[in-house]
């Protein structure tokens, strides 16, 4: 028989003076809850995209034509990455991007005709990818976790 006392696996973490359990902070809960979605992402999207590329593409779907940094913010995403996510995308010819005629300091960024294909053809893939990341709730449960993360946005 097997002794517990050697099982770390079965064994609660120890709850120091300071009370900080790492399974209860919510960013470690987020950033599981995203290693999953993304694993799930990998496995079923075989485009090579990454889900951050995915959901540029979306947004651009979303908003058409529109400046890199406006793209940005309606993705959620800081400047640099944002940069370099659309060059990851032009390279790969799923998006366009020109200089604004009336702002030359200012880049618009598009689908490409292969790019919008793409994304139409994949929406559904996206679609079946976040309901198996939320396979493991009830559906009062989704519903409920959804409308408290848009909350915290």
Known sequence: MPNNKDDKTTEKPATRDH???LDEQIGYLLRKA???NAM??????QSGLTPTQFAVMARLDELG???QNQLGRHAGLDVAT???VVDRLRARGLVETARDPN???RQI???SKEGAEHFRHNAKLGLEISTDTLAPL???ERSTLLRILKKLQ
Not at 40 to 45: A, G, L, P, R, V
């Open 19 to 21: 009370g900080y359990v």
């Open 34 to 36: 995203y290693q999953r």
């Open 40 to 45: 799930i992402f990998s496995e079923k999207m």
């Open 65 to 67: 034509s529109v400046s």
């Open 82 to 84: 944002t940069k370099g």
């Open 103 to 105: 702002d030359r300091r």
């Open 109 to 111: 960024v598009s689908l």
């Open 138 to 140: 009830t559906a009062t």
